[in-house]
């Protein structure tokens, strides 16, 4: 019975790792002109202002730092293959970060 459980557990964590293999894709997908396009769009996305992007080496993160243009709050957004995480930004006093133009 253990040799069932730990053949199980081996073909479940190859499974794993094929899928986190697959799951980054680096080709080049846009031509430069609707590259253009998808990042004048970013640039507003709702209320928030994106101030910069950044692709996080040997990964298929991508980190937008923005912020939104009403309460002027700074927020950081990671983004992955298929979802991401917002969450606002603070200052060393633990108080919420302000974009001062």
Known sequence: MTKKRSNFAIIIVMLLITIF???????EK?????????E????????FIVLSEKTIENS???QYIMYDSETMVMWTYI??????GLSPMYNSDGTLRRYIP
């Open 40 to 47: 004048e769009e970013e640039r507003n996305f709702g209320n």
């Open 21 to 27: 293999m697959l799951g980054c894709d680096n080709s």
């Open 60 to 62: 298929c993160l991508i």
């Open 30 to 38: 846009e031509s430069n002109d609707a590259k253009k396009i998808v």
């Open 79 to 84: 983004e992955e293959n298929h979802g991401g």
